[in-house]
């Protein structure tokens, strides 16, 4: 019998989860980890830098949550500041001059929405990230790793390749958000997990993700084994590609199209 949806919003944002670290500590090496944003500050809840992937240079970016109580609220719980988006950006336009693929993990209930963000300019840091990240010349590939909440996340899937794990949700608002929204109450989050198609099967049945990863060894070694084969694979057939940028236009497209011109839905 599968888990219902809001089981899933639960795994997805169970402390004990792995994170973005993680994963570049346990997948790739020498990991060499670059700061901020060149405009405002370095934002702690995205990680990115350079690192190495079957003996090749890639650059590897992570929304970060941390495991302590300490090392979360440093993290800000995985909610991203612009600055942290320009960041990924700054970092995404580099890997593009020098021709390494960019991966990212994906971990956030959302962009950070207070004050000090909105007025650095949130919104407009999450659409220049939509924008640039379409005609990226070098292989993207984006892994939901956990919470995938609303543009906070989007800001770093606009990829070649989409994958989620299985027990991830890809939503755009919390189901307790999107309960205290239509029916004033927020304790209806179960009933709104299961009308959000937020899971990892509703994402690759909609033509969102490519691809779910099972979680059966999740944090073991053979976990980890498995992904980065599957990433060094996925690269390898992505880098001979001569039209990415033609292709990753038309995978976004595709998305929620029900009918040809013309025809009656």
Request: charged share 30%; glycine share 10%.
């Amino acid at each position: 019998m599968s888990m219902p949806p809001y089981e899933r919003v639960k795994l997805a944002s169970d402390s004990a989860r792995p994170t973005g670290l993680d994963y570049i500590r346990r997948i790739f090496k020498g990991f060499t980890e670059l700061h901020g944003d060149r405009r405002f500050a370095d934002d702690p809840a995205v990680v990115g830098g350079i690192a190495w992937l079957d003996e090749k240079p890639v650059t590897v970016i992570a929304i970060e949550k941390g495991h302590t109580a300490k090392d979360r609220a440093y993290r800000n719980f995985g909610a991203p500041h612009p600055e942290g988006y320009r960041k990924a950006l700054r970092l995404m336009k580099q890997a593009e001059k020098f021709g390494r693929p960019v991966i990212c993990f994906i971990d956030t209930s959302g962009a950070y929405c207070g004050i000090g963000a909105e007025e650095r300019g949130q919104g407009q840091a999450i659409a220049e990230n939509l924008v640039e990240m379409t005609t990226l010349c070098v292989p993207v590939i984006s892994v939901l790793i956990g919470e995938g909440g609303s543009g906070g996340a989007l800001a770093l899937a606009v990829a070649d390749r989409v994958w989620m794990l299985q027990n991830a949700v890809y939503s755009v608002i919390s189901p307790e958000g999107c309960a205290s929204i239509l029916w004033k109450d927020s304790s209806k989050a179960e009933s709104a997990a299961a009308s959000l198609k937020l899971t990892a099967e509703d994402a690759k049945s909609l033509g969102v993700v490519e691809k779910i990863l099972s979680e059966n060894d999740i944090g073991k070694k053979e976990f980890y084994d498995r992904i980065r084969a599957l990433l060094i694979g996925e690269l390898k057939e992505l880098s001979g590609d001569m039209d990415l940028i033609g292709k990753r236009y038309e995978r976004f497209r595709r998305i929620g199209v029900t009918a040809k011109v013309g025809e009656q839905v």
